[in-house]
């Protein structure tokens, strides 16, 4: 992928227009001048420098092109000697500083809106890159996934066979929540998170996420589920994120056979869910500091970033997420959000 | 047994061999979905781009339309207006997860449905049988202004509707929306496409009022084994399933 890392930045022909008209316009008032004196006033010689100078800037593009024309255009402005009236004198200083200006815009515009431009073709080109690699990975995925659920479907496989079938299925599906995961952490992070508002109903999320499973695991997940609960206003897609890391979180800790509890629950202002296993419980002092990304305490198997996600996108919401502890110990994670 | 990657069969009106177009560009999920489709009996075509896609789609007419929106040529959503401005059997959608927008953007532009990469087989055939069932239901009830899903009898223009034999009754927005959901059987409608039809404006403010008439219809219709479902499609629209 090739960068604009060493340029800086070119002009449009509409701004470079611009510069011309001023210039010519400058050159209009100095011309006057030097019909009212008797040599070429400082102005012109400046202008006449300022041509070569923004030609070099424009068409090369590069720094010491410019800072050579700049020097060699102030030391020879400098260095002529004053013509005419003393009335005349300051009105050729005026023109010969308006051309200084103008040569200062250019160079402003030319290195500080190039860094600005840079800066924002990189992140232009990390978003790129992000969503390349997220398509590159999915395209893959998406393949192996049919793969893998064709040959468990029929009798391609013994059940052993059929075992091996359905993990990579699970696996699969890992990887692509993963992905998920880190498109979504990369928009948050860049400052991107937009939210498709719209109603939700927390139980219908829920149950919309559970359908979606389509991996078999050992850990059962209990529904109790309100009904006519009110919407929230949310976005259906990211909701559904933070629920499925949820229940992620929760099956990756909860001992196999024990069952991952969610529940939903209106409760003054607030719409609840309430994602409980029967694991170890996150411990007192790690109840804020597991939200962070990168800090699932050297458990393997997860990025880390499944929790981070999950604040940022309630936060979004202006909600809140709490991890807490249940009766006997296991983790419960409670998403409040606003009616 | 080696299956081509690329199966036709000579143009006919054969059901027992609906004829899939596969519009994707990545040979490892087309070589799946050929075989996978062809060992249930498809005749399956598969084209890797949206042009060549829409120039097959003009000789062969398949039954059914497999689309990736993510094609090296064309916006798949362009692919999908220009196909539904003379086919009219169903499309299906595949999109990546994440793509909530072009997945409705696909939805409006006339895709019957949709399915989320990545998939599983048993998921997309059930989605085709879905739309090749209501294809052929859709086709059978088009003339007389009476349509019968299941057990579920509209009369157009008396604005009737019976379940079972038993007339519903039924206000006029929700029979308005029952039209429109049954005039589309099987389709995905968006919360948008359904909202500017019945109100005339952005889904924005109709959600909610949607979501609650669909409350009130769903309830009216009851259940049966007859009976079409108005099913939820979450963050995205409704649609009305007649049961196999």
Known sequence: ?????????????????????????????????????????????????????????????????????????????LVLPPVGSPKVRLADDLVALAVFALVVIVIVVTFVAGRIEVLNNVERQRRLLLRSVSHDLRTPLAAIGAAASELAEGNHVDDNGRAMVELISRQVGQLDRLVANLLSLNRIEAGALKLNLQPVDASELVRHVIDQRTEATDTPIDLRLAEDLPTVRGDFTLLGQVVVNLVENAIRH?????????????????????????????????????????????????????????????????????????????????????? | ?????????????????????????????????????????????????????????????????????????????????????????????????????????????????????????????????????HRRTSAAVAA???????????????????????????RPKEFELLLLLARNAGRVMTHGALATRLWGGPAVHHTESLRWHVMHLRKRLGEGAERPRLVTEPGVGYRLIVSS
Not at chain 1, 296 to 304: E, F, K, V
Not at chain 2, 48 to 75: K, N, Y
Not at chain 2, 148 to 160: F, K, Q, S, T
């Open chain 2, 1 to 133: 047994m080696p299956v081509p990657t690329e199966e036709r069969s000579s143009p006919s009106d054969s059901l027992s061999e609906p004829r899939v177009l596969v519009i994707e560009d990545d040979t490892a999920l087309t070589t799946v979905l050929a075989k996978a489709l062809a060992a249930r009996g498809f005749s399956v075509q598969v084209m890797a781009t949206g042009q060549a896609a829409l120039e097959a789609a003009s000789v062969e007419a398949p039954d059914v339309v497999v689309l990736d929106l993510g094609l090296p040529d064309m916006d798949g959503i362009d692919v999908c207006r220009q196909l539904r401005a003379w086919f009219a059997n169903p499309i299906i959608v595949l999109s990546a997860d994440g793509d909530e927008d072009r997945k409705v953007a696909a939805l409006d532009e006339g895709a019957d449905d949709y399915v989320t990469k990545p998939f599983s087989m048993p998921e997309l055939l059930a989605r085709l049988r879905v739309a090749l069932r």
């Open chain 1, 254 to 339: 909860s001992p196999p056979g024990h069952a991952v509890e969610i529940a939903t629950a209106h409760r003054d202002a607030y719409v609840e869910i309430a994602v409980s296993d029967h694991g170890p419980g996150v411990p007192v002092d790690q109840r804020m500091a597991i939200f962070e990304p990168f800090r699932s305490g050297g458990n393997a198997g997860t990025s880390g970033i499944g929790l981070a996600i999950c604040r940022a996108v309630v936060g979004a919401h202006a909600g809140t997420i709490t991890a807490g502890a249940g009766a006997d110990g296991g983790a419960i994670f409670t998403v409040r959000l606003p009616v």
């Open chain 1, 1 to 77: 992928m090739s960068t604009d890392l060493g340029r800086v930045r070119r002009w449009r022909p509409g701004q470079l227009g611009a510069v011309i008209v001023a210039a010519l316009a400058i050159a209009a008032i100095d011309a006057a001048l030097a019909a009212a004196g008797d040599r070429v006033s400082r102005g012109t010689q400046a202008l006449v420098l300022l041509v070569p100078v923004l030609g070099a800037a424009v068409v090369a593009g590069r720094r010491a092109a410019l800072a050579v024309g700049i020097v060699a255009m102030v030391g020879f402005s």
């Open chain 2, 144 to 170: 007389d202004g009476v349509i019968a899903l299941g057990d579920l009898v509209i009369d157009v223009g008396a604005h009737a509707v019976a379940a079972g034999g038993a007339p519903l009754e039924l």
